[in-house]
């Protein structure tokens, strides 16, 4: 689905990809992992062309990214990030509808996406008539979500969508997006800094370190076979000794 081909990239003299090479296999949910300033947002960032490597290149569905093209490729790509990244002056269902309006679909075939992706993602209907600083900030991030799938995309881009709510609210939606996940069958990559996140919501986790891939593969193989010491220092850093890793991901 997608790859990453000897990716670089720098800002000013700060090189935050030295030469990232990187395959993300198509219907699993891949998940960048790793400590802050690793690498992880910038590499989902290039994945949607919201900026463009230095050297090297990405090719979605063997498509190099080119910005004389990501238009159209992004209709085929969902991406969200945390508190769903709305726009305050209109309501939810305006801002999960303004794409879908700008594409010239109509009212009902509309109204039916949206009442479908409000039962997927267990979001009460009456939420979408309210401005984003009217909801929770689950409500929210549900809205991006739907805002993210509205198009039907390939691939869904996640950027630490969870970061900001609480444990309550963070274990009901990640236990949702699981759901999710299992029921469309889509590509998935998720960015976040929480192992037992990773551990449950993903197929394949990458774990990084200054822009560069240290191990990759099952939470089983980041616990029973790690490739370096960083991994087990890693692992153990944000291990919690009441919710052992291979249970989360069993479950």
């Given at each position: 689905?997608?790859?990453?081909?000897?990716?670089?990239?720098?800002?000013?003299?700060?090189v935050a990809i030295?030469?990232?090479?990187?395959?993300?296999?198509?219907?699993?949910?891949?998940?960048?992992?790793?400590?802050?300033?690793?690498?992880?947002?910038?590499?989902?960032?290039?994945?949607?062309?919201?900026?463009?490597?230095?050297?090297?290149?990405v090719l979605f569905?063997?498509?190099?990214?080119?910005?004389?093209?990501?238009?159209?490729?992004?209709?085929?790509?969902?991406?969200?990030?945390?508190?769903?990244?709305?726009?305050?002056?209109?309501?939810?269902?305006?801002?999960?509808?303004?794409?879908?309006?700008?594409?010239?679909?109509?009212?009902?075939?509309?109204?039916?996406?949206?009442?479908?992706?409000?039962?997927?993602?267990?979001?009460?209907?009456?939420?979408?008539?309210?401005?984003?600083?009217?909801?929770?900030?689950?409500?929210?991030?549900?809205?991006?979500?739907?805002?993210?799938?509205?198009?039907?995309?390939?691939?869904?881009?996640?950027?630490?969508?969870?970061?900001?709510?609480?444990?309550?609210?963070?274990?009901?939606?990640?236990?949702?997006?699981?759901?999710?996940?299992?029921?469309?069958?889509?590509?998935?990559?998720?960015?976040?800094?929480?192992?037992?996140?990773?551990?449950?919501?993903?197929?394949?986790?990458?774990?990084?370190?200054?822009?560069?891939?240290?191990?990759?593969?099952?939470?089983?193989?980041?616990?029973?076979?790690?490739?370096?010491?960083?991994?087990?220092?890693?692992?153990?850093?944000?291990?919690?000794?009441?919710?052992?890793?291979?249970?989360?991901?069993?479950?």
């Amino acid at each position: 689905m997608l790859l990453l081909r000897k990716v670089r990239k720098s800002f000013g003299d700060q090189v935050a990809i030295p030469g990232l090479d990187l395959t993300i296999s198509a219907g699993q949910t891949t998940v960048l992992i790793g400590p802050s300033g690793c690498g992880k947002s910038t590499i989902l960032r290039l994945m949607i062309g919201l900026i463009w490597p230095d050297k090297g290149e990405v090719l979605f569905e063997g498509e190099k990214l080119k910005p004389e093209s990501i238009r159209s490729l992004r209709h085929r790509i969902g991406y969200v990030i945390q508190e769903g990244g709305l726009f305050p002056h209109l309501t939810a269902e305006a801002n999960v509808a303004l794409l879908a309006k700008h594409l010239k679909w109509s009212k009902d075939r509309i109204e039916a996406r949206i009442t479908e992706l409000a039962e997927l993602t267990r979001l009460p209907r009456e939420s979408l008539s309210r401005y984003p600083s009217q909801l929770s900030g689950g409500q929210r991030q549900r809205i991006g979500l739907i805002r993210a799938l509205m198009l039907d995309p390939d691939l869904i881009l996640l950027d630490e969508p969870m970061g900001a709510l609480d444990p309550l609210i963070r274990s009901d939606l990640q236990s949702d997006l699981k759901e999710i996940f299992n029921t469309l069958e889509k590509t998935v990559v998720l960015v976040t800094h929480d192992l037992g996140e990773a551990a449950y919501l993903g197929d394949t986790l990458v774990l990084l370190r200054g822009g560069e891939i240290v191990q990759q593969g099952s939470i089983q193989e980041l616990l029973h076979s790690p490739a370096e010491p960083f991994v087990k220092e890693f692992v153990q850093a944000q291990r919690n000794p009441f919710e052992p890793l291979e249970e989360i991901a069993e479950n």
